[in-house]
């Protein structure tokens, strides 16, 4: 039990006449404050915990993301190359195919990078007007040889006009 002692002097033209003792039975508050101190230390100790590791997911992330840009790197700049020199439409398409899904690697991996960025809150979505037919076009276009290398075909069926959606483009 604990008490809170009060003590008041009962004072009458100056003069002391008597001192009121008071005690209050403070057991429960003092139980209470204790645990909402032992609260707020176990809430400081696991945000600490958590802070650590979103600091680790974010380092893992950008390592994971320069290992996989670096050998990505001299294959964009080999294919640019590459599709400047080709006059057969053959092999220039496929090569453009190479290059379309390597800029989409790259791409992906920069969108790894914003999940990360989006999983801590500080990615930015930049919305924008977006085409759907377009881009359903370029997957399809992108699709198309993995589609001949299994022997079959891919071809679109689309409407003349889909409508335009307000997203994040690269996204």
Do not use: C, W
Request: aromatic share 2%; proline share 4%; charged share 30%.
């Amino acid at each position: 039990v604990v008490l809170e002692p009060s003590i008041n002097r009962i004072k009458r033209d100056g003069q002391v006449e008597g001192i009121l003792v008071q005690a209050k039975d403070i057991t429960e508050r003092k139980i209470s404050q204790e645990k909402l101190a032992e609260l707020y230390r176990l809430e400081r100790d696991l945000r600490r915990q958590i802070e650590a590791e979103m600091k680790r997911r974010i380092d893992f992330s950008r390592v994971l993301a320069h290992e996989l840009k670096t050998p990505l790197t001299p294959v964009l700049a080999s294919i640019e190359s590459l599709l400047a020199e080709l006059d057969d439409e053959r092999l220039s398409s496929l090569a453009t195919n190479i290059a379309r899904g390597a800029r989409s690697l790259n791409h992906r991996i920069d969108e790894l990078l914003d999940l990360e960025r989006g999983a801590v809150g500080l990615l930015e979505l930049n919305r924008e007007s977006v085409d759907l037919l377009q881009i359903i076009r370029e997957t399809a276009d992108s699709l198309a040889p993995v589609a001949m290398s299994h022997g079959q075909s891919l071809s679109l069926d689309l409407p003349p006009l889909l409508p335009r959606v307000a997203a994040g483009a690269s996204r």
